[in-house]
């Protein structure tokens, strides 16, 4: 999928490419043409005295001069319909281009959110984990407390606190913890379904439609 959507990408920049050099094209024969349309007229002029005074050879540059002058203008109508439709398919070939690019984008994006999506499955699996784990560690530390005998520590009887362990696993939790925010108003959710309805992921598509 990836790479054909790289294909499209590079086709479409290829057009894109393709049609500025058409419009510098035109652009050049359009000056060139001015260029024809300027001397023509200087020509013209060099001999309309002579050409009105009944002198044959000017009155044939003359004639010369006004067909130049009218192909030169044909010319500058023809190629200026040609430069207007050809920014119009540069304008086509770059909206084109701008699509494929953002859908490779799109395809892209969507493939490190599924990253993400995963990741958050694992941290899902982890909590899940450390919070039977705790379970048991509390308990066991209820178990200890309610011995006839308590466990001296530096010579003293612990508390109930220190015993059950709440302070010495907070100062063990990994320091990203210290920093989340536990007042955001959010309801409880696996973090998989909450990544994947923030970033409104769409389904993943079967293995025979990917390779279509």
């Excluded at 086709?11 to 024969?29: G, L, M, Y």
């Excluded at 130049?68 to 430069?83: K, M």
């Amino acid at each position: 999928m990836k790479a054909a959507l790289q294909h499209v990408v590079e086709d479409s920049a290829r057009v894109v490419s393709d049609w500025k050099t058409n419009q510098a094209k035109i652009q050049t024969a359009i000056a060139d043409a001015n260029a024809r349309l300027a001397k023509a007229e200087a020509h013209r002029a060099r001999f309309v005295l002579d050409a009105n005074l009944g002198k044959p050879d000017a009155i044939e540059e003359v004639a010369k001069a006004r067909a130049e002058h009218a192909a030169a203008l044909g010319d500058l109508a023809n190629l200026g319909q040609a430069l207007g439709d050809a920014k119009a398919r540069l304008g086509e070939a770059e909206r084109e281009a701008a699509n494929s690019r953002n859908q490779l984008a799109r395809f892209e994006a969507e493939r490190l959110i599924r990253k993400r999506v995963e990741v958050a499955a694992r941290i899902d699996a982890i909590s899940a984990d450390l919070a039977s784990a705790f379970g048991e560690f509390e308990n066991l530390g209820k178990e200890i407390m309610s011995r006839p005998t308590h466990i001296m520590h530096h010579g003293m009887v612990t508390a109930c606190e220190s015993a059950v362990g709440l302070a010495r696993v907070a100062s063990a939790l990994p320091a990203f913890v210290k920093t989340l925010r536990f007042d955001h108003g959010m309801k409880p959710e696996k973090l998989e379904v909450a990544e994947a309805k923030f970033w409104n992921l769409p389904p993943e598509q079967p293995a025979e439609e990917k390779a279509a």
